[in-house]
């Protein structure tokens, strides 16, 4: 992920969304929109599986949790208002541990709370076929298998939060029980190399903690947990936010970026 000083949309980023889809100058559709519903449904499943306090506000949703899980923070509307924006700056203020925002609509300064901020595409699948993985892809069925995926997604993504590792804190054995939430694994050789997770709400899908560990990467694990993960979801719309190394995946599976969603982090 790049990291950037600016709090209004990285030139870039859009320059590239406009040579993208020459047919489409602004924002396709509700993409932004789509993306903050499903990843308020899926923060609101984590935190509720996690037994964390889940907040619901007209512009924004707030998951709190502690010192490692920290507060989630995923704006809903492209315009809070002053009081909301107030409540927002007091959660933020308030919290033990770290902070992340999701902002799809990159409308909302939030650079009064002192977070780094950078940039990352929205991109959108049509529905559509899709091929079949060159390794087996497990959907989650067992603890044995979730623990799996959780220690995938802490090492892929670098999450020293959760360091030392405690079972089930991340992804507890409940998140699967949680409306549209699945979770995959990638297995070869016995072994489980790459997860992710999906949640489909409201007619859409959308991926999240797709990863590898650093041990098993370049060797065809994220791509595979893709393929498994979107075969359930191929008649639906899918949306989800790329980082820098995983955009040209996702272009290759039929993600086109559509807009620029902006994150912060306390970080």
Do not use: C
Request: charged share 20%; glycine share 8%; aromatic share 6%.
């Amino acid at each position: 992920m790049a990291d950037t000083s600016q709090t209004t949309p990285d030139a870039r980023v859009e320059d590239r969304i406009r040579q993208d889809r020459p047919d489409h100058p602004t924002a396709l559709d509700d993409a932004a929109m789509r993306q903050a519903r499903n990843s308020a449904a899926f923060w609101a499943a984590t935190g509720n599986s996690r037994g964390h306090e889940v907040i619901h506000r007209r512009s924004f949703l707030a998951v709190l949790g502690g010192k490692r899980a920290g507060t989630r923070i995923l704006l809903q509307e492209p315009d809070p208002d002053a009081h909301e924006l107030a409540e927002l700056t007091e959660l933020v203020g308030r919290s033990t541990g770290p902070v992340d925002a999701e902002d799809p609509f990159s409308s909302t300064d939030l650079s009064h709370l002192g977070m780094r901020n950078w940039q990352m595409p929205i991109m959108v699948r049509p529905p559509g076929p899709v091929s079949a993985p060159a390794m087996e892809v497990i959907r989650v069925q067992r603890t044995q298998e979730l623990q799996a995926a959780e220690q995938i997604a802490i090492a892929g993504f670098e999450l020293t939060r959760f360091a030392p590792y405690r079972p089930g804190e991340m992804f507890p054995a409940t998140l699967t029980e949680q409306p549209g939430v699945d979770v995959f694994i990638a297995v070869l050789n016995g072994k489980a190399v790459g997860a992710g997770v999906t949640v489909v709400n409201d007619g859409f899908g959308s991926h999240y903690w797709v990863g590898t560990p650093p041990t098993h990467r370049s060797r065809g694990a994220g791509r595979a947990v893709m393929l498994g993960s979107l075969a359930p979801m191929a008649n639906l719309p899918v949306t989800l936010t790329a980082s820098r190394l995983g955009r040209p995946l996702y272009e290759s599976l039929g993600f086109t970026a559509v807009t620029p969603s902006t994150w912060w982090s306390s970080r």
